[in-house]
């Protein structure tokens, strides 16, 4: 079990070097230009006329506004993913697109991305 453990811990911090590795090595780029790669790297189609950033930073908007006040962060992190999923993403994009959100523009909620 612990090895399991392990092994899933392991697992996630590779993935999250994977999808966030990139920002930490370029620190020349502006945060919205790091959240724009990462958009890309998930494969998310935006339009020449879509504002990336914007995007981004109403999802913190949301978690903030549902974070506030309540002491169970769960239905509030799945709402948002909920939400991104009924725009057309698939759940691997939504929830990449919400962890990139929070590294680049609302760090103060990593701690509920959790898994």
């Known amino acids: 079990m612990i090895r399991h453990c ?45 504002d990336v950033p914007l995007m981004g930073q109403q999802i913190c908007e949301m978690l903030t506004g549902g974070l506030t006040g ?17 725009s057309g993403m698939d759940k691997h994009q939504a929830v990449g697109l919400m962890r990139a959100s929070v590294y680049i523009y609302c760090p103060q909620h990593a701690r509920f991305m959790g898994r």
């Open 6 to 50: 392990r092994t899933t811990a392991i697992a996630m911090v590779v993935a999250g070097l994977t999808v966030f590795g990139g920002a930490a090595t370029a620190q020349a780029q502006s945060k919205d230009e790091q959240f724009i790669d990462q958009v890309n790297a998930l494969g998310i189609p935006v339009g020449p006329n879509d």
């Open 70 to 86: 309540n002491p169970n962060p769960v239905p509030v992190v799945r709402g948002v993913v909920s939400r991104l999923q009924s």
